[in-house]
T-cell receptor
């Protein structure tokens, strides 16, 4: 079954501390994974994609196929990082050949000043 | 002003009534999606459409219907058959070029009285 799990609903860290938001996935095909972020009063938006191997706003995420994980990390958390974070998995449809994206339940990150 | 819009922002409905949520985009995107966002459950896909006059059921399509008569528009009807319609509804779109990045609307909060 195709699935994305984020074990932490809420995560609080102090400013300047490292932060790691966990994401695990279940998918039989070749996974494409993403992190989306929703800041307060803003729209949900793409933060980063694993295929780009990029660092956005100091965040990085490495795909670990052995552990089926795609954890989001930042070495020093900032107050402006407080937001809702969703891990997402792009999957292909066997019936329609149309791709769709499956989202995890989300983790609310709160950075304490 | 380019983007994806949803209306209304808030919607109230009596039990037994159908209601239609609007989603419009002027990004020239081919694919459009409807998600339902509930606390602790992330985003669940209701319907999606890759081209005009074609759409596919998502994971929770029961009690919903859509149409895609124009590229710019993808309205969602919440019917009286939907048992628990009170939720936040998000519309998204993607281009054929960057199919992995979804652009989201601001959302519509539907409350059934």
């Amino acid at each position: 079954a195709q699935r994305v799990t984020q074990p932490e609903k809420l995560l609080s860290v102090f400013k300047g501390a490292p932060v790691e938001l966990k994401c695990n996935y279940s998918y039989s095909g070749s996974p494409e994974l993403f992190w989306y972020v929703q800041y307060s009063r803003q729209r949900l938006q793409l933060l980063l994609r694993h295929i780009s191997r990029e660092s956005i706003k100091g965040f990085t995420a490495d795909l670990n196929k052995g552990e089926t994980s795609f954890h989001l990390k930042k070495p020093f958390a900032q107050e402006e990082d407080s937001a809702m974070y969703y891990c997402a998995l792009r999957v292909g449809s066997a019936k329609t050949s149309y791709d769709k994206v499956i989202f995890g339940p989300g983790t609310s990150l709160s950075v304490i000043p | 002003d380019g983007g994806i819009t949803q209306s209304p922002k808030y919607l109230f409905r009596k039990e037994g009534q159908n209601v239609t949520l609007s989603c419009e985009q002027n990004l020239n995107h081919d694919a459009m999606y409807w998600y339902r966002q509930d606390p602790g459950q992330g985003l669940r896909l209701i319907y999606y459409s890759q081209i005009v006059n074609d759409f596919q059921k998502g994971d929770i399509a029961e009690g919903y219907s859509v149409s895609r008569e124009k590229k710019e528009s993808f309205p969602l009807t919440v019917t009286s058959a939907q048992k628990n319609p009170t939720a936040f509804y998000l519309c998204a779109s993607t281009s054929q070029v960057r199919v992995d990045e979804q652009f989201f609307g601001p959302g519509t909060r539907l409350t059934v009285l």
